[in-house]
């Protein structure tokens, strides 16, 4: 059975940093595009950013750009989203992500981790 774990969600004051980890099981993924999407209480799932299998190639959405890092760990088959300079507005639920192309492509969720930013 496939599963994808996060883990590291809490909270934070604004202009703090969390790093959440996602750890994949029940299959390889090394042939998969790993990411992150999150939904705001209201709001509509949105794309965060996403690594390629091979980790050289990463993309992010405006709104994050400059502030968070997605990586992998082959090795661990656990993808990593490092938020820097958080703001209120980042607050969300926060879900990893694996497809053949993300963010188009998603074949497996996480069960998600709440990310909640105070002003």
């Known amino acids: 059975q496939v599963q994808l774990v996060e883990s590291g969600g809490g909270l934070v004051q604004a202009g703090g940093s969390l790093r959440l980890s996602c750890a994949a099981s029940?299959?390889?993924?090394?042939?998969?595009?790993m990411g992150w999407f999150r939904q705001a209480p209201g709001k509509e799932r949105e794309f965060v950013g996403r690594?390629?299998?091979?980790?050289?190639?990463?993309y992010y959405s405006d709104s994050v750009k400059g502030r968070f890092t997605v990586s992998r760990d082959l090795a661990k088959n656990t993808v990593y989203l490092q938020m820097n300079s958080l703001k209120p507005e980042d607050t969300a639920v926060y879900y990893c992500?694996?497809?053949?192309?993300?963010?188009?492509?998603?074949?497996?969720w996480g069960q998600g981790t709440q990310v909640t930013v105070s002003s």
């Open positions: 992500a694996a497809g053949p192309s993300l963010p188009t492509q998603v074949g497996y």
């Open positions: 029940g299959r390889t993924f090394s042939s998969y595009t």
């Open positions: 690594v390629t299998w091979s980790g050289s190639t990463t």
